[in-house]
């Protein structure tokens, strides 16, 4: 079992800069963990995603070059990094795991959820 807290997330202005943070408790080896986002009225929309054991993230490609994931093993920690920040941008943000590899940004192939954390850009 694995719990995920979110954090970080708030208001910027267009072409700014956040970064989320997921904290994971048990064990944060051999998980898929990734990003995903849901804007109101819209669908849940897989963000980026990797292997907590050791592999490079992909990404949608919506945010592919702005935003980036990395983790921090000895901080049970995923980060997103998110820079030139669009309006479009806007929703809550969810951390998300499941066993395994990663081989999907399919929200329902994601097992354990955070509370999430609500992302503002103002244009």
């Known amino acids: 079992q694995v719990q995920l807290v979110e954090s970080g997330g708030g208001s910027v202005q267009a072409g700014g800069s956040l970064r989320l943070s997921c904290v994971a408790s048990g064990d944060f080896s051999n998980y898929c963990m990734g990003w995903f986002r849901q804007a109101p009225g819209k669908e849940r929309e897989g963000i980026g995603v990797?292997?907590?054991?050791?592999?490079?993230?992909y990404y949608a490609d919506s945010v592919k070059g702005r935003f980036t994931i990395s983790q921090d093993n000895a901080k049970n920690t995923l980060y997103l990094q998110m820079n030139s920040l669009k309006s479009e941008d806007s929703g809550m943000y969810y951390c998300a795991a499941r066993g395994g590899y990663c081989s999907s940004l399919q929200s329902s192939r994601y097992t354990f959820w955070g509370q999430g954390t609500q992302v503002t850009v103002s244009s």
């Open positions: 990797m292997y907590t054991g050791g592999s490079s993230p």
